[in-house]
Nanobody, 126 residues
Framework: QVQVVESGGGLVQAGGSLRLTCAAS????????LGWFRQAPGTEREFVAA??????????LYADSVKGRFTISRDNAKRSVFLQMNSLKPEDTAVYYC?????????????????WGQGTQVTVSS
């Protein structure tokens, strides 16, 4: 069982930045991947970025819509990933969710992830 908790959302003007944090609890030495997804009202949940919590893999995966603006990073010791969001746009407004799956393989499909956080609201004003 993995518990996932997000933090760091808020209100920012277009062009601004926010940093989200996802902390996951699991047994030591467990390798798993953490992914960020987002969902705006009336839309489906959309993949944003993913990265494994692993000492042997530093792979990353990004959605095309955020490449060059968002950066995912991690702290293996704290079993956390971070999403640095720069040059934010009003269309980035959504609830951002963090999700976990066992193993280091990265996927962009929400069905591949088994454990989800409650989400954190990000609002970008124009």
């Amino acid at each position: 069982q993995v518990q996932v908790v997000e933090s760091g959302g808020g209100l920012v003007q277009a062009g601004g930045s926010l940093r989200l944090t996802c902390a996951a609890s699991a047994r030591s030495f467990t390798v798993y991947a953490l992914g960020w997804f987002r969902q705006a009202p009336g839309t489906e949940r959309e993949f944003v970025a993913a990265m494994p919590i692993s000492w042997s893999s530093a792979d990353t995966l990004y959605a095309d819509s955020v490449k060059g603006r968002f950066t995912i990073s991690r702290d293996n010791a704290k079993r956390s990933v971070f999403l640095q969001m720069n040059s934010l746009k009003p269309e980035d407004t959504a609830v951002y969710y963090c999700a976990a799956r066992y193993g280091s393989t990265l996927y962009g499909s929400p069905e591949r992830y088994d454990y989800w956080g409650q989400g954190t609201q990000v609002t970008v004003s124009s």
